[in-house]
């Protein structure tokens, strides 16, 4: 896959060669070292510290699937960043959120929209919703020898399953292992307490508005007991990153409609410390 410097105008050699439409069987058959799990790293001892981002959260609802996550990243006890983006769109209905290791994550999630473009481009449609949680798995499962080191990577996988007409949720551990989570789903180190929060205040009618407030509730909780998680920041106007897909595809939330609905729960916790169901009406 070197480029040509004797400017023949011809494609290298590899780029002719007929193979499968995955992207990653083309790196892997034609130069794997840019693949981040069959890289080589240098012996270490111990856990390698790297910045890690958490928390994401999704719950379904009627017409659609949300996804979201805080904007802390840490490293060991030390806030790495206060304003990194988690949540990420995959393709036109599907998004992924990433917890683990903020820059592998990141990079697999730029391989993984390659991936699905690549796959489109070639065989003329988007592959299924569960063909895209297949995908994402294998690339997760290619990881476990970083993953062994410390450098982990757990994303949450979310879209709009057009064969369906609803919403589906993905979550996977570290040996790429998936399963479908019904009706919400949390991962990284504040998932336990937004979980709590989430079983609370879900119900199966919800509206998109009650949905991106009920997220917006998760991470509020996840950032009271978690201290690498990260709440609504006003001060410094950050806010969580919010993003809902429907059968008219991926929508992320403008900065003020994510300050409008982190402002409101914040007034409700002062109204309301103990965060109360009727504090979702």
């Known amino acids: 896959m070197e480029a040509n410097t004797r400017s023949t105008g011809r494609l290298p050699a590899a780029f002719l060669t007929p193979g499968s439409s995955s992207f990653m069987d083309f790196l892997s058959d034609h130069q794997p070292e840019l693949l981040p799990g069959k890289r080589t790293l240098p012996p270490v001892q111990g856990v390698i510290e790297a910045p890690h981002g958490t928390t994401i959260v999704a719950v379904t609802f009627p017409g659609g699937v949300v996804l979201a996550g805080d904007r802390r990243a840490t490293m060991g006890n030390v806030i790495a960043q206060r304003d990194i983006e988690k949540v990420f769109p995959t393709d036109e209905y599907s998004a992924v959120g990433i917890a683990g290791t903020a820059g592998l994550a990141v990079e697999m999630v730029k391989l993984f929209q390659l991936e699905l473009e690549h796959f489109e481009k070639v065989e003329g449609a988007q592959l299924s919703l ?48 998936r399963s479908e989570e019904h009706n919400f789903a949390a991962t990284g180190s504040g998932s336990v307490f937004a979980r709590g929060a989430m079983k609370k205040l879900f119900r199966g009618d919800l509206t998109e508005e009650e949905a991106t407030t009920l997220v917006v509730q998760a991470l509020y909780d996840a950032a009271d ?24 595809g991926f929508r992320r939330l403008t900065e003020e409609q994510a300050s409008e609905l982190s402002r409101a729960v914040l007034q409700r916790r002062l109204e309301q410390p103990d965060g109360p169901r009727a504090a979702l009406l």
């Open 225 to 248: 007991d978690d201290s690498a998680t990260g709440g609504p920041d006003v001060a410094r106007r950050i806010y969580p990153i919010i993003t809902v897909i429907t059968d008219e």
């Open 130 to 177: 569960e063909g895209k949680a297949n995908r994402l798995s294998t690339m997760i499962r290619s990881n476990l020898g970083m993953a062994m080191q410390g450098l982990a990577v757990v994303p949450l996988f979310a879209g709009y399953d057009l064969d369906r007409e609803r919403g589906r949720i993905f979550s996977y551990d570290v040996t790429g292992g």
